[in-house]
Nanobody, 128 residues
Framework: QVQLVESGGGLVQAGGSLRLSCAAS????????MGWFRQAPGKEREFVAA????????YYTDSVKGRFTISRDNAKNTGNLQMNSLKPEDTAVYYC?????????????????????WGQGTQVTVSS
């Protein structure tokens, strides 16, 4: 098992930046691919970005490409999501999650059900 704790959320003006972190404990973090998801009020949880366990591959949903960067440091058991040029529509609770199955294409990283463990979430609010 692995436990995940997100941090770094907050209130920011449109055009600003935030850096979310995901601290992992328990089983080795390097054994998992990692993803970031978000859920806005009244909406379903949606895929934002993912990174393979070796950091060799990254994937992003179209709406965040060029603005968000996912990264990880397996030695520190942490993952990050750098969010730049934030927009009001980025407002949501952001969750990190990990999966132990191997995945070699974008499609298998997207579903919520593909992930085994989840953090509790961190609120990101972008004001206009």
């Amino acid at each position: 098992q692995v436990q995940l704790v997100e941090s770094g959320g907050g209130l920011v003006q449109a055009g600003g930046s935030l850096r979310l972190s995901c601290a992992a404990s328990g089983r080795s973090f390097s054994a998992y691919d990692m993803g970031w998801f978000r859920q806005a009020p009244g909406k379903e949880r949606e895929f934002v970005a993912a990174i393979s366990r070796s950091s060799g591959r990254t994937y992003y949903t179209d709406s965040v490409k060029g603005r968000f960067t996912i990264s990880r440091d397996n030695a520190k058991n942490t993952g990050n999501l750098q969010m730049n040029s934030l927009k009001p529509e980025d407002t949501a609770v952001y969750y990190c999650a990990v999966r132990d199955d191997y995945c070699l294409n974008y499609g298998c990283y997207v579903p919520v059900r593909a992930y085994n463990y989840w953090g509790q979430g961190t609120q990101v609010t972008v004001s206009s």
